[in-house]
């Protein structure tokens, strides 16, 4: 493994020193791998001692050679820290992205099936299957909303400490508990039998669907303002960097530009309303629906990723002035 005889004396004297008998392949065999601090000794050796071809080599061996052998390990540390380092509101915005993700899969679907077509070029046979996806992403869209928004409230309630805080936190969060089960009730029974709902043939009674969602799209604004306005008391506490504060602004926009989406979503719920051609002008509520929710998770998701950011951006300066050096130089040769 080494290049000539002056590296091998410390793996010599590792395997002698660590008293391991050389009478015997598997008496070795279990002194060198049940021996931590004789391996930590060996591999300090050969890391500093061998090239990385033979360093390659020496490891594939000792592997093979201590395969049977029980090892330390503290994977199981690391996953635990990785799984409890995520606090309630990374939980709960996990979750919401999960479900945003089988809402979008379930919009993939309704594509195929024919959603964006005009009513008449979608074939009948697909009519049913289209109004049981819209169906289910309508309970969808009241889950992701309401879970991503508590995620806020949970966040802030870990960032700000105020009593006051907290207590307005905890009522947002009972708010968003009661609208989550009266809104999933509200669409999920709409009619009476709930196949009605997809099932055309099927005579029922049903409630004024276009009502359930304005209702819902006001609430949704009114819940937007809340987020934004809420945090603003702390935050004017605090003593922060001006960079900090462009930080915490560019946040504000985004949570703002969430309020708008939900603006122009309920534009297009009210032009829908009037609409015979649902397969078509539907089209735009869910695009706006979906820009939505985007908008609300990465909100709540910005701040847990600001460190991240932090280390991006000057790794994205660095390369940019490696680029520019480099185009000069180029620039220079030519010239």
């Given at each position: 493994l080494a290049n000539n005889t002056s590296q091998l004396p410390c793996v010599l004297e590792g395997v002698f020193g660590g008293g391991c008998p050389t009478t015997d392949v598997k008496l070795v065999e279990?002194?060198?791998?049940?021996?931590?601090?004789?391996?930590?000794?060996?591999?300090?050796?050969?890391?500093?001692?061998?090239?990385?071809?033979?360093?390659?080599?020496?490891?594939?061996?000792?592997?093979?050679?201590?395969?049977?052998?029980?090892?330390?390990?503290?994977?199981?540390?690391?996953?635990?820290?990785?799984?409890?380092?995520?606090?309630?509101?990374?939980?709960?915005?996990?979750?919401?992205?999960?479900?945003?993700?089988?809402?979008?899969?379930?919009?993939?679907?309704?594509a195929e099936?024919?959603?964006?077509?005009?009513?008449?070029?979608?074939?009948?046979?697909?009519?049913?299957?289209?109004?049981?996806?819209?169906?289910?992403?309508?309970?969808?869209?009241?889950?992701?909303?309401?879970?991503?928004?508590?995620s806020i409230l949970l966040l802030y309630m870990r960032v700000f400490t105020a009593r006051w805080f907290k207590f307005a936190c905890y009522s947002c969060l009972a708010y968003c508990c009661v609208s989550l089960t009266v809104f999933t009730f509200v669409i999920a029974f709409q009619c009476t039998p709930v196949e009605a709902i997809w099932n055309r043939f099927v005579t029922g009674s049903c409630l004024n669907v276009n009502a359930i969602g304005y209702s819902g799209a006001i609430l949704s604004v009114v819940?937007?303002?809340?987020?934004?306005?809420?945090?603003?008391?702390?935050?004017?506490?605090?003593?922060?960097?001006?960079?900090?504060?462009?930080?915490?602004?560019?946040?504000?926009?985004?949570?703002?530009?969430?309020?708008?989406?939900?603006?122009?979503?309920?534009?297009?719920?009210?032009?829908?309303?009037?609409?015979?051609?649902?397969?078509?002008?539907?089209?735009?509520?869910?695009?706006?629906?979906?820009?939505?929710?985007?908008?609300?998770?990465?909100c709540g998701s910005l701040p847990p990723l600001r460190p991240w950011f932090g280390k991006l951006i000057p790794s994205i300066e660095t390369f940019k002035s490696m680029s520019w050096a480099g185009s000069r130089s180029r620039s220079r040769s030519k010239s």
């Open positions: 279990d002194c060198i791998c049940t021996n931590n601090t004789l391996m930590s000794g060996l591999s300090t050796c050969v890391q500093s001692s061998c090239r990385f071809s033979d360093q390659v080599t020496a490891g594939t061996l000792l592997m093979s050679m201590c395969a049977a052998y029980p090892k330390e390990s503290r994977v199981n540390d690391v996953r635990t820290v990785a799984i409890v380092a995520l606090v309630l509101d990374d939980w709960t915005a996990i979750f919401a992205t999960i479900i945003l993700l089988g809402g979008a899969g379930m919009e993939l679907a309704s099936l024919g959603f964006g077509r005009h009513f008449w070029d979608v074939p009948v046979t697909r009519a049913s299957r289209l109004l049981q996806i819209f169906y289910t992403v309508e309970i969808f869209y009241t889950w992701i909303k309401l879970i991503a928004k508590a819940e937007d303002v809340v987020l934004i306005v809420l945090p603003i008391p702390e935050l004017r506490k605090l003593q922060i960097s001006g960079r900090k504060r462009i930080g915490v602004g560019l946040m504000f926009a985004l949570a703002s530009f969430a309020t708008v989406t939900s603006l122009v979503r309920l534009k297009y719920l009210v032009q829908f309303a009037q609409s015979f051609d649902s397969t078509f002008d539907n089209v735009d509520t869910i695009v706006w629906s979906m820009i939505e929710l985007t908008c609300i998770i990465v």
